[in-house]
């Protein structure tokens, strides 16, 4: 069975510095991972989704994620925060090759500081 | 574009009533998702359809049901609204076969039980 864990129900920076959200996530199977975002009173926009033919993947927005299999961790980055990235992300994990079942993590609200 | 869309976007109920969630879509997928989501657990599973003639119980089924008119409409319905079925509900869409099951979202209805 998958699971998927969010670290922070909150991150805040600076507009102009690095973003990181944490995403640990387990699988039986080689898993799926995908990083929605929701802005305010908004539905949910894919950001990115990892496939196997590459461990660093780039996303919509200038955003990228990390796939590192020792660690169990799909972490996503922005090297420099825009106020507009203020939104709630979150990190999803699905087997494939299991019951092709999608679990949501719990969300990180991002906070964007002038 | 092809899309997700759901009707209504807001709804306020009494307890008691009956109400139906309707989505409809235009991305020819054979998979349909209801979800809700209330603040600080993410999205849940309510119910899922991999086609026409196939309905799965999801992660929190109870006191709701659906039904899959055909490909493109699937609808969610509470039989007797209770006020902690207040939250946002989001219908989506995936296509059968893919590796990376990616889901595409409605824009969300918002329903309050009084």
């Known amino acids: 069975a998958q699971s998927v864990t969010q670290l922070d129900s909150h991150v805040s920076v600076s507009e102009g510095t690095p973003v990181l959200l944490r995403c640990n996530y387990s699988?039986?199977?080689?898993?799926?991972l995908f990083w929605y975002v929701q802005h305010p009173n908004k539905g949910l926009q894919l950001l990115l989704k990892?496939?196997?033919?590459?461990?660093l993947v780039k996303g919509i927005n200038g955003f990228e994620a990390e796939f590192k299999k020792s660690e169990t961790s799909f972490h996503l980055t922005k090297p420099s925060a825009h106020m507009s990235d203020a939104a709630e992300y979150f990190c999803?994990?699905?087997?494939?090759?299991?019951?092709?079942?999608?679990?949501f993590g719990k969300g990180t609200r991002l906070h964007i500081l002038p | 574009d092809a899309d997700v869309t759901q009707t209504p976007r807001n709804r306020i109920t009494k307890t008691g009533k009956r109400i139906m969630l309707e989505c409809s879509q235009t991305?020819?997928?054979?998979?349909m998702y209801w979800y809700r989501q209330d603040p600080g657990l993410g999205l849940r599973l309510i119910y899922y359809?991999?086609?026409?003639?196939?309905?799965n119980k999801g992660e929190i089924s109870d006191g709701y049901s659906v039904s899959r008119q055909a490909q493109a409409k699937f609808s969610l319905s509470l039989e007797s609204a209770i006020p902690n079925q207040t939250a946002l509900y989001f219908c989506?869409?995936?296509?059968?076969?893919?590796?990376?099951?990616?889901?595409?979202f409605g824009p969300g209805t918002r329903l309050t039980v009084l």
């Open positions: 989506a869409t995936s296509a059968m076969g893919t590796v990376y099951n990616e889901q595409f």
């Open positions: 699988s039986s199977y080689s898993p799926s």
């Open positions: 990892y496939t196997s033919a590459a461990t």
């Open positions: 999803v994990v699905s087997d494939r090759g299991g019951d092709d079942k999608i679990i």
């Open positions: 991305k020819g997928h054979d998979r």
């Open positions: 359809s991999f086609d026409v003639k196939d309905i």
